[in-house]
């Protein structure tokens, strides 16, 4: 039973529970999934940086707290790594690490420290330059920043 607005509640049956994160494991149309967006990252490293990536893997987020869920991503990334897809990944080991704050709270964080630099001025996007340009520089290309900031 789950509290509502006071006096009501509702009440939500095992099998929903236990169900509700399947959608993070199951892959869709695209054959994506929470393992696969993964290892498709990893693959798109250098072969000599896939193996520390996989080693060196930080989950942020309030469904990193769902208990059981790393576990679960673990197992999940090992049978992805089974296909013909992801068998050239040589990787043997996929190592979790904790955040220095709550997994939820991560990301703020993160991005409170990032605000706080001098970074911030060199990759912002005042409204004029937005609609003059009319479109959003791609900050992870470095080749694509806007030359009116």
Request: include cysteine; charged fraction near 30%; aromatic fraction near 10%.
């Amino acid at each position: 039973r789950y509290p509502l607005e006071g006096s009501k509640s509702i009440t939500v049956p095992g099998k929903v529970r236990e169900t509700a994160f399947e959608i993070f494991f199951d892959e869709d149309n695209d054959h994506q999934c929470i393992p696969t967006m993964i290892l498709d990252a990893i693959l798109k490293v250098n072969v000599d940086l896939r193996i520390p990536l996989a080693e060196n893997i930080v989950l942020i987020g309030g469904s990193a707290m769902i208990p059981g869920f790393k576990s679960r991503l673990k197992t999940e990334l090992f049978e992805q790594l089974k296909s013909e897809r992801y068998n050239k990944l040589k990787i043997k080991v996929f190592k979790f690490h904790s955040p220095p704050s709550k997994d939820n709270y991560t990301a703020w964080l993160g991005g409170a420290i990032y605000g706080c630099t001098e970074l911030l001025g060199m990759k912002g996007l005042s409204r004029e330059n937005y609609l003059k340009e009319n479109r959003l520089p791609d900050w992870a290309n470095m080749k694509d920043n806007l030359r009116t900031l």
